[in-house]
């Protein structure tokens, strides 16, 4: 009995919680009580679409995102703030990169509203599989979002019309009782007392019952007030009734014999809010063959017969169809171009006039149009006889693969990580990520380029540029002035095949590819995680489908671009280098720290070197001259082939152009030398490999064959290593376990 008391108490619980939101939330209103939010907030309160929409990216924010080839605006509508998150990655949904696309829809949405309305259709074009129909996603979740808060409030009206039992005798179509007069409204009548809701399904604005004069001045007043820095749209501030809307209003009009007083009895303002599953304000339309509005009479209802006489001898058509649901939101028309040109031919003037014509009505449209295409369908509708009309009311945004493995593998971390039911293995995503990105790498042009960053280019292979745009990396190979001449251009090398019809990012392995790829590697039944090896070995798989894609149908050009097998090669040689890494700085035989230290001190040792000075030894309280003989050990372990003096000396000049461009910041040796840091690295570690490689073997031994033939200490050693692959790196026993394996197969083998 007390649990179904408990049950009951929480059951009204909710209940008054819900009847609480509904009255804090303004859902139903009369006419004169919307009027006094208008004028708390005119301008909140008489937005279109494009107003609209451009609030919502407003209202969540923007933040600016650096990226080695420039800076971008990334609007954090895109990254679905409002949805639970661990924190570590983007929410299921979100968009990963694309923010010069992001900066190209604001813009579009900005010019409507500089010109009073949505007079375009935005159309996302890209290869199959670049997030155009995210993009498209995220907007309208959060339309949905912004729509429940009171920033996003919107608000349509209903004909609501009072039983013969509320007013006794023939209402509005004759003399009123006493009880008729003393109603102020009808608006918040009870179901029961209400005969007929004539709903407006196009969701005409509740200002379109004011007439158009007093209108404009009612809005210059209030925006003027309170200094509004933008005019009214043009939708709010011309925009009509709807046929259905006007039939009403005209035959009550007529019915109270001019009384607008009578008439506004019976309007019911009422809150609503975007909705992609009830299509209300977002909807997306595939490429089917239909229609995308049509219409139907509604006077024939039986449910109707309730209406006034008057009413009933009119003839009332209710609009219907995408365009009609889509109103005061995001209408998206998926792969556009894949339907016939006279399929979507009416957009043509429907996007130039801001009506849609049906049979016995012009509807009037209010809601930002986008549209996404492939780059074979844009191609070719650029042949068509059309296009040149149709290019005036397009805003054309390309949206391309990304082409930075560090964007990339974030996808797959979103989107795909969290729908694997095993543990993912480090690296697991990032090799996908890599060799998708590879793929769409193009050769750069050295013409295109200054004489000495036109050398540099033209030696560029494909995994090196690929790291350029990721991380900024220049080859270690090229001295330290050429990979500042190639830093400073990663922004044009980036930029350099936009005007190309086959541009950079048109072509290479699909997202979508590779989240199979990774989806079969889970299934693996030789590994227990999402291990990186099934991941290249499902990529050794794809590659094998020849015909069926056309990244792989590419001419392999020098310099490894479209080389498939120079692709896996070089996943592989960086999936055993990391691993190694992780296992050297795993084992406690180097401490990490250590020759980041070490390297400071020699930085340190240098510059007093070069400069003839002494430098203060806080322990023996003393001024002494720099280690000669830590900076020759060191420069051994950075391999320097140049004489000592030379060598310190464009070190120490190196330091100082740093320090220039970088005025009041910190050296930081990781940031400004990180290739001197990776060599010696490399040289401490290979004066460790042999023990190392045991430890490995130990590993192996302890956790396939319980620790045969391993003494307890070396036991306890290879379990403080997968202990410390667990705690720092991410693994699992079985991944520590396989990388393990996989080192001693293909690194260690001579070793052990």
Request: net charge neutral.
């Amino acid at each position: 009995m007390s649990e179904s008391r408990d049950a009951a108490s929480q059951v009204l619980a909710i209940a008054e919680h819900v009847e609480q939101r509904f009255r804090a939330g303004r859902r139903v209103l009369a006419f004169a009580e919307f009027l006094s939010l208008l004028d708390a907030d005119p301008v909140r309160y008489s937005r279109d679409a494009s107003r609209y929409l451009r609030d919502a990216f407003d209202h969540y924010g923007k933040t600016v995102v650096k990226h080695p080839w420039g800076e971008f605006t990334r609007f954090k509508l895109f990254d679905l703030p409002w949805e639970p998150s661990d924190g570590k990655t983007l929410p299921r949904g979100a968009l990963v990169g694309q923010e010069h696309v992001q900066e190209e829809i604001y813009r579009a949405l900005s010019n409507f509203v500089r010109e009073g309305r949505p007079n375009r259709l935005i159309l996302l074009h890209g290869p199959n599989g670049s997030a155009k129909s995210t993009m498209a996603a995220c907007i309208m979740a959060s339309l949905e979002h912004y729509s429940t808060l009171d920033e996003g409030a919107l608000y349509r009206f209903h004909w609501v019309f009072p039983s013969q039992k509320t007013i006794r005798g023939s209402l509005g179509f004759g003399h009123e009782n006493a009880a008729g007069k003393g109603t102020q409204s009808y608006a918040h009548l009870t179901d029961e007392e209400i005969d007929v809701k004539l709903l407006v399904e196009v969701r005409d604005h509740p200002l379109f019952l004011i007439p158009i004069a007093d209108r404009l001045a009612l809005l210059e007043a209030a925006y003027k007030r309170v200094g509004a820095t933008e005019p009214p749209n043009d939708w709010i501030l011309r925009g009509q009734l709807s046929h259905k809307s006007q039939q009403v209003f005209e035959a009550l009009l007529s019915s109270y014999d001019g009384s607008y007083a009578q008439v506004l009895k019976h309007v019911q303002v009422e809150r609503y809010f975007i909705s992609r599953r009830y299509r209300v304000g977002a909807v997306t339309i595939g490429p089917q063959l239909s229609v995308d509005a049509a219409e139907r009479q509604i006077t024939m209802d039986r449910s109707l017969q309730s209406l006034p006489p008057s009413l009933q001898a009119v003839t009332l058509y209710e609009a219907k169809g995408e365009l009609i649901d889509a109103a005061g939101g995001v209408l998206e028309f998926s792969d556009l171009l894949k339907r016939p040109l006279d399929a979507f031919k009416y957009l043509q003037l429907s996007i130039e006039t801001g009506e849609a014509a049906l049979t016995a009505q012009n509807v009037q449209l209010n809601c930002v149009m986008m549209g996404s295409a492939n780059e074979l369908h844009l191609d070719a509708f650029r042949e068509h006889a059309e296009f040149a009309s149709f290019r005036g009311r397009l805003e054309l945004a390309r949206a391309p693969y990304l082409k930075s493995y560090e964007q990339e593998r974030l996808i797959y971390d979103t989107h795909v990580t969290p729908q694997v039911r095993r543990h993912v293995a480090p690296h697991a995503t990032e090799m996908a990520a890599l060799f998708a990105v590879f793929t769409r790498m193009r050769k750069p042009n050295p013409d295109r380029y200054p004489r000495a960053v036109g050398a540099i280019v033209s030696t560029l292979t494909g995994i090196e540029k690929a790291d350029l745009y990721s991380q900024g990396r220049a080859p270690e190979r090229l001295d330290s002035e050429s990979q500042k001449l190639l830093r400073a251009a990663i922004k044009d090398i980036w930029a350099e095949s936009d005007s190309y019809p086959i541009y950079e990012g048109r072509v290479g392995a699909s997202p979508r590819e590779m989240r199979i790829a990774l989806l079969d590697a889970a299934q693996s039944t030789v590994f227990k995680c999402l291990n990186p090896v099934a991941v290249l070995e499902e990529i050794d798989a794809l590659c094998q489908r020849r015909n069926e894609f056309e990244w792989l149908q590419q001419d392999a050009i020098v310099g490894g671009y479209h080389d498939v097998k120079t692709f896996r090669e070089t996943l592989l040689a960086r999936l055993l280098a990391a691993s190694e890494y992780e296992l050297y700085v795993a084992s406690g035989l180097v401490q990490e720290q250590q020759y980041v230290e070490l390297f400071d001190r020699y930085v340190q040792h240098v510059s007093v070197w070069v400069k003839k000075e002494r430098l203060f030894n806080r322990v023996t309280r003393q001024y002494e001259d720099a280690d000669e003989k830590m900076m020759a050990e060191l420069e051994r372990l950075l391999d320097v082939k140049a004489e000592a003096n030379e060598w310190r000396q464009q070190f120490i000049s190196a330091i100082a152009a740093w320090a220039l461009d970088h005025p009041g910041q910190k050296l930081e040796a990781s940031l400004v030398f990180p290739q001197h840091l990776k060599r010696m690295r490399e040289a401490i570690f290979a004066d460790r490999r042999p023990a190392v490689a045991k430890l490995a073997r130990d590993m192996v031994l302890v956790a396939r064959d319980q620790g045969v033939g391993v003494s307890a200490e070396r036991k306890l050693a290879a379990e403080g290593v997968i202990e410390r692959l667990i705690a720092r790196f991410g693994y699992c026993t079985e991944c520590a376990t396989d990388a393990a394996n996989m080192l001693v197969r293909r690194r260690f083998q001579d070793l052990v």
